[in-house]
């Protein structure tokens, strides 16, 4: 990217988008207000822009991080409920409750068996019903459309409290940690390794992430079971984030190992690492330098809205590619935490669940949900960038101010 003009870009962003040369070698940014490369001496210390991307502290990081997974978190969750109801399906998760004549009366059984426009109407008690068929999820669109019509309009928000409950504390930790490791694995390659400076997003987003994982899975796993069952009692309103964990430590109250049984919450961490870190190496390597090279574009013509759409189409295309690669992974990490018999979930491996599945389903099945998992990602990882560099930039404003 030398040669190119930075002139007018912020040094909110020109910091995070210019430290990594993909050549081979580190490259600073240029002074802000000069059109000038930088010079083979800059690399010896920190530009400007890095040193006030620097001069923001953990607080700050994780604050910016917060607002922005805050606000990715209710616009996605829909997505993300398709796509746990398509993976929940495939692993044997059953959407429509047989009538029980003896149990339930026949308004309970009317109103849970109504037909959708679409659906080949049966007869009960004289009032059309559907079959089973007519609750089996045939792709995102039709999720969205049978739970709106059968669960309301709220229901495609189901697990956003404990999606924000992961969220926040998730990205807070680690888009603060790559910011921190990436800093420190350029400025250590820069003086000792310059050829590895290229892998340090990979490094620094692997690790980053690998500690959010295991900080926050039992959240993981709540939210992962609230989207994937249905409540079929009428009238009943399904058990929220609490409730949910407390159900998986239940079938394990009579076990003498107390500590032990707490390891039932952090079921599937296994796969869930197996699948973010990945994700995050694919993400973040492909993602910084996109950034780079479409802000070298914007060059001294630059304004916030273009670097925003920047960082925005680069966190797009980054989590794209990352979902779709990483899908496998999410289908086993979902199908290990869905799985009711708690001490079987903990047996199991991230491994031979992907066997079964690859059993089951074929490739078919280990992409299960793949289209709202990309959809889902793509603007996700977008908005949490963009988001978290305005953020960033406030906060650096405000201190300079």
Same mark, same amino acid.
């Given at each position: 990217m030398a040669g190119c003009s930075r002139g007018s870009l912020p040094t909110w962003m020109? =910091?995070?988008?210019?430290?990594?040369?993909?050549?081979?070698?580190?490259?600073?940014?240029?002074?802000?207000? $000069?059109?000038? $490369?930088?010079?083979?001496?800059?690399?010896?210390?920190?530009?400007? =822009?890095? @040193?006030?991307?620097?001069?923001?502290?953990?607080?700050?990081? =994780?604050?910016? @991080? @917060?607002?922005?997974?805050?606000?990715? @978190?209710?616009?996605v969750n829909p997505l993300d409920v398709a796509k746990t109801r398509l993976q929940a399906q495939a692993a044997g998760v059953l959407y429509h409750q047989p009538p029980q004549m003896a149990a339930l009366g026949p308004d309970a059984i009317?109103?849970?068996?109504?037909?959708?426009?679409?659906?080949?109407?049966? %007869?009960?008690?004289?009032?059309?019903?559907?079959?089973?068929?007519?609750?089996q999820y045939k792709g995102t669109l039709d999720v969205f459309l049978k739970v709106v019509r059968q669960e309301g309009f709220g229901r495609l928000w189901r697990g956003t409290n404990a999606g924000l409950a992961l969220a926040v504390p998730t990205v807070g930790i680690y888009l603060p940690c790559y910011d921190i490791f990436r800093n420190w694995i350029e400025d250590f390659t820069r003086s000792n390794a310059p050829g590895l400076t290229p892998y340090a997003p990979l490094v620094a987003g692997s690790v980053a992430r690998s500690l959010a994982c295991i900080a926050c899975s039992p959240i993981e796993l709540a939210r992962t079971r609230m989207q994937a069952y249905k409540e079929f009692r009428p009238g009943v309103k399904p058990p929220g984030m609490y409730k949910t964990l407390v159900?998986? %430590?239940?079938? %394990?109250?009579? $076990?003498?190992?107390?500590?032990?049984?707490?390891?039932?919450?952090?079921?599937?961490?296994?796969?869930?690492? =197996?699948?973010?870190?990945?994700? $995050?190496?694919?993400?973040?390597?492909?993602?910084?330098?996109?950034?780079?090279?479409?802000?070298?574009?914007?060059?001294e013509e630059g304004n916030a809205a273009s670097v925003l759409g920047a960082n925005f189409a680069a966190g797009f295309v980054a989590g794209s590619l990352a979902a779709g690669a990483t899908c496998p992974l999410d289908v086993a990490k979902t199908r290990r935490q869905i799985e009711k018999d708690i001490e079987k979930a903990m047996r199991m491996t991230t491994r031979q669940t992907l066997t079964e599945i690859w059993r089951s389903g074929g490739v078919k099945g280990l992409f299960t949900g793949v289209g709202p998992r990309v959809a889902r990602a793509g603007p996700s990882v977008g908005i949490v960038v963009s988001f978290y560099e305005v953020v960033k930039y406030a906060l650096h404003q405000r201190q300079t101010s």
């Amino acid at each position: 990217m030398a040669g190119c003009s930075r002139g007018s870009l912020p040094t909110w962003m020109t =910091a995070a988008a210019s430290r990594v040369d993909l050549t081979g070698g580190a490259a600073s940014p240029p002074h802000l207000g $000069s059109s000038s $490369s930088p010079s083979p001496s800059s690399s010896s210390g920190p530009a400007p =822009a890095a @040193a006030a991307d620097q001069e923001l502290g953990m607080f700050e990081r =994780a604050l910016s @991080a @917060a607002g922005a997974a805050f606000v990715s @978190a209710i616009i996605v969750n829909p997505l993300d409920v398709a796509k746990t109801r398509l993976q929940a399906q495939a692993a044997g998760v059953l959407y429509h409750q047989p009538p029980q004549m003896a149990a339930l009366g026949p308004d309970a059984i009317l109103s849970e068996f109504k037909c959708s426009p679409s659906c080949t109407r049966g %007869l009960i008690l004289g009032e059309p019903v559907c079959p089973p068929d007519c609750f089996q999820y045939k792709g995102t669109l039709d999720v969205f459309l049978k739970v709106v019509r059968q669960e309301g309009f709220g229901r495609l928000w189901r697990g956003t409290n404990a999606g924000l409950a992961l969220a926040v504390p998730t990205v807070g930790i680690y888009l603060p940690c790559y910011d921190i490791f990436r800093n420190w694995i350029e400025d250590f390659t820069r003086s000792n390794a310059p050829g590895l400076t290229p892998y340090a997003p990979l490094v620094a987003g692997s690790v980053a992430r690998s500690l959010a994982c295991i900080a926050c899975s039992p959240i993981e796993l709540a939210r992962t079971r609230m989207q994937a069952y249905k409540e079929f009692r009428p009238g009943v309103k399904p058990p929220g984030m609490y409730k949910t964990l407390v159900g998986v %430590l239940s079938p %394990l109250a009579s $076990s003498s190992q107390n500590v032990q049984n707490y390891r039932a919450l952090w079921t599937g961490v296994g796969a869930q690492l =197996a699948r973010d870190v990945p994700f $995050s190496g694919i993400c973040w390597s492909t993602l910084e330098p996109i950034r780079r090279k479409l802000l070298g574009l914007v060059g001294e013509e630059g304004n916030a809205a273009s670097v925003l759409g920047a960082n925005f189409a680069a966190g797009f295309v980054a989590g794209s590619l990352a979902a779709g690669a990483t899908c496998p992974l999410d289908v086993a990490k979902t199908r290990r935490q869905i799985e009711k018999d708690i001490e079987k979930a903990m047996r199991m491996t991230t491994r031979q669940t992907l066997t079964e599945i690859w059993r089951s389903g074929g490739v078919k099945g280990l992409f299960t949900g793949v289209g709202p998992r990309v959809a889902r990602a793509g603007p996700s990882v977008g908005i949490v960038v963009s988001f978290y560099e305005v953020v960033k930039y406030a906060l650096h404003q405000r201190q300079t101010s």
